[in-house]
């Protein structure tokens, strides 16, 4: 399983969550934090992760 990356806006960890459609979604729950990113988890985690940590990469590069 890939590493999944502490959140790029905070530094914590993201928390997996699941909302009332039964989805569950990687989201940054710091109160901290400004931007609380999320990314839907689907049913391979595998690819929820490496979604997680492309979403850091594109945060790096675009501010
Ligand atoms: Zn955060």
Redesign the pocket.
Known sequence: MPELKS??????K?VLITVMDGNKWYS?H?IN?????STPMSKDINKAIEAWNKRRKISERGH
């Open positions: 959140c790029p806006f905070c530094g914590g993201p940054c710091n934090c400004k931007i609380r990113p």
